[in-house]
């Protein structure tokens, strides 16, 4: 019957004649849309990454009959199937072989012969990791009893969407509410075209068949120094090259920034900051030149690379949803506009996650979907986004969450600061794994905990500890006077606080 609907379809759009008997055959058999029963629901949710599945799921438990639509052939979205769980499961493998391959096993006296990197069996066990999160995600949906539609969801009605699979079929889904969490896309770079095998977005960095002998990565936010870190300790030159004039991106303070910059670059990298990229060009020989120069106006300079990594951002993926079938314009960063109940101009059409304003964090959005349907449910909704944690997944971490000392400045807010260098826990000492500081921002007045900065092993795991200090409104002697096990790495997180609110640390 496809086939049939197919041709219907082809020859319509074309404007020919239908053969007679063919004509006869439509009138029974041909409809607007796919051969497909069509499909009712309260929530429909399109996208399911981690803000649609979460979404989805969360709609569902609170009784709500819902569809998740994707247009990708597995669930999960980019995170976890070329972004946050991939780049895991690689950070923490080239670690591995980075303690092993340098003097790090050595000096704690395990001493290796032979040593040589599977870059296969590496990717491999990459891809045993995704296949298995994405696999969950599919049983959590019939756990649930939430409708998994495969397809490409287009907004056809305010209480309507249409998802058309690969096979171009379509599925019309009748619904009382529609959340929209689509993601977002690679940040193209004008001049330069991905082919993801020489020149590679995060996406192609993610699999490649060999460790490059030099790479350039344009770009020294969260995205490129975690990549770059992966192949710089399987062996790669890694250069960085970075238009502003800080490593890790928007919203570090700039003290763990420069600290941060500094462990990496006794690692290995190195980095070209405030410098802006021109244009790059294939050689014959297969390299590629890359032009760069000052961001402020200068000389030109070429680099050279047999891999150049493109990672400046990424932009919300909006296009050919139909939102303007519903009278929904985006704003200038192609931005979905909405209330603070995420509902759009169209009251029962939402969006959460990369498509509106805010960090684009997979947290972020997990946590906007289950407040969204909450509120679908008549619930609260509410997000304090200065609670929103975030975290660069190199080693040592980086993570911090509420305000930076360069923002309290401008604000014009009275603080105080408190910090405890790793070098003086014990924990981190023992494990001869001393680099980096916790840095604690508090009111001068109030004490209230104001911001958190980590630098160091486990900053992605401690920052959560200030993440609920602060949702709770936490002062600083709070957590200060809170028993932490010993020893532990998480105690420089409580002997910072206590320097921030006391004026001293005990143990440094």
């Keep these: 019957m496809q086939s049939w609907n197919h041709l219907y379809r082809t020859l319509a759009t074309r404007g020919q004649h239908l053969p007679c008997k ?21 929530v429909t949710v399109v996208g399911s990454g981690p803000g649609g599945y979460v979404a989805a799921i969360k709609a569902a438990q609170l009784g709500f009959k819902t569809v998740c639509v994707e247009k990708n052939a597995t669930l999960g ?25 340098g003097k790090d096993f050595e000096s704690r006296g395990i001493e290796i012969t032979g040593l040589t990197l599977n ?28 409708t998994h539609v495969s397809g490409h969801g287009r907004v056809s009605g305010k209480n309507q969407v249409i998802a058309t699979a690969a096979d171009g079929s379509e599925q019309v889904i009748n619904t009382k509410n529609i959340l929209i969490a689509t993601g977002s896309e690679v940040t193209p770079f004008p001049g330069i075209q991905i ?3 020489t ?48 490593v890790g991106g928007m919203g570090i303070d700039m003290e763990i920034s420069k600290n941060f910059q500094r462990i990496l670059q006794k690692q290995g990298m190195k980095f070209k900051l405030g410098t802006k990229v021109m244009g790059a060009t294939k050689r014959p020989d297969g390299l590629i ?22 990672c400046v951002g990424r932009r919300p993926f909006t296009s050919n949803l139909g939102l303007e079938a519903v009278g929904i314009e985006l704003d200038s960063r192609g931005r979905i506009p909405v209330n603070n109940r995420f509902q759009t101009k169209v009251p029962n059409i939402h969006a959460i996650g990369d498509v509106v304003a805010g960090p684009m964090l997979a947290h972020k959005a997990e946590d906007e979907g289950i407040v969204c349907v909450e509120g679908m449910a008549g619930g609260a909704v509410h997000i304090d986004y200065n609670c929103v944690p975030s975290v660069i997944y190199t080693h040592p971490e980086v993570a911090w969450i509420g305000k930076t000392e360069e923002q309290l400045k401008e604000e014009g807010v009275p603080y105080k600061v408190g910090k405890f260098p790793f070098a003086a826990n014990s924990r981190a000492k023992t494990n001869q794994d001393t680099d980096g500081l916790v840095k604690i921002l508090s009111h001068k007045e109030t004490d209230r ?41 998480s105690e420089a997180f409580r002997e910072a606080n206590l320097a921030a609110s006391f004026g001293k640390a005990i143990n440094f």
Excluded at 294 to 307: F, I, Q
Excluded at 455 to 477: F, K, P, Q, R
């Design 22 to 42: 063919l004509q006869c055959a439509s009138v029974v058999s041909v409809r607007t849309y796919a051969d497909k029963a069509q499909i009712d629901a309260d």
């Design 77 to 101: 979205g980019t995170c976890l199937n070329v972004g946050c769980i991939p780049s895991k499961a690689l950070l923490n493998n080239s670690y591995l072989y980075h303690l092993a391959h």
């Design 119 to 146: 870059l296969e069996k590496m990717m491999s066990q990459k891809s045993g990791a995704v296949k298995a999160l994405t696999g969950g995600i599919a049983h959590l949906f019939k756990q649930n009893k939430v």
């Design 195 to 197: 082919d993801e095998e």
């Design 199 to 246: 020149v590679v977005s995060s996406t192609g960095a993610l699999s490649l068949k060999k460790v490059p002998e030099k790479l350039i990565v344009i770009g020294a936010g969260v995205i490129g120094v975690e990549l770059g870190s992966v192949w710089q300790r399987l062996g790669s030159a890694v250069t960085a090259v970075e238009f502003l004039g800080h």
């Design 289 to 310: 030149d890359v032009a760069v120069e000052a961001a402020a106006g200068g000389k030109n300079e070429t680099l050279t690379c047999d891999v150049l990594l493109v």
């Design 449 to 489: 905990m104001l911001g958190s900065h980590i630098l160091g092993t486990g900053a992605g795991e401690i920052i959560n500890e200030a993440a609920l200090a602060m949702e709770y409104g936490a002062s600083c002697e709070d957590v200060a006077r809170v028993c932490h096990a010993h020893p532990t790495v």
